[in-house]
């Protein structure tokens, strides 16, 4: 997990973003213990208060749950809760910034969606 230091994304949702992807992944599975506040912060130097942040925003989430004096744990449900959150959200409002990025340089539907074709073949390859 790498973090941008020059993003103007607050340092606890790269965190907590990072976790998502990494269990979307596959790298943590239900049930498995994520890293905890102290780990993060030695692997990527930074206040463990604010990998603390990043893991409570996953377990106010439902993505992560806590197992008292031991750790966070990945949830049953996280896979969905994530991909649902990302979708309503962030893929929403990227979607939202093309569509009008394509209305301002007049390119009509048909080949938007073709252009979004082409991305997902590429994808594929």
């Known amino acids: 997990m790498l973090l941008n230091t020059n993003s103007t994304k607050p340092i606890y949702i790269q965190i907590a973003e990072g976790i998502e992807t990494m269990i979307l ?9 994520v890293y905890s506040q102290y780990k993060l912060a030695e692997m990527l130097t930074i206040n463990p208060a604010t990998a603390a942040k990043g893991l409570n925003l996953l377990a ?3 993505i992560l749950y806590d197992r008292r004096g ?8 996280a896979i969905k809760i994530i991909k649902e959150k990302r979708k309503e ?8 910034q093309m ?21 997902y073949q590429e994808m594929e390859e």
């Open 60 to 62: 106010e989430e439902g």
């Open 89 to 96: 959200n962030i893929l929403t409002e990227k979607i939202k």
């Open 70 to 77: 031991i750790g966070k744990f990945v949830s049953e449900d």
């Open 25 to 33: 992944q596959g790298k943590f599975h239900a049930n498995d213990q």
């Open 99 to 119: 569509v009008e990025e394509a209305y301002y340089l007049n390119i009509k539907e048909e080949e938007f969606i073709e252009l979004i074709q082409k991305a």
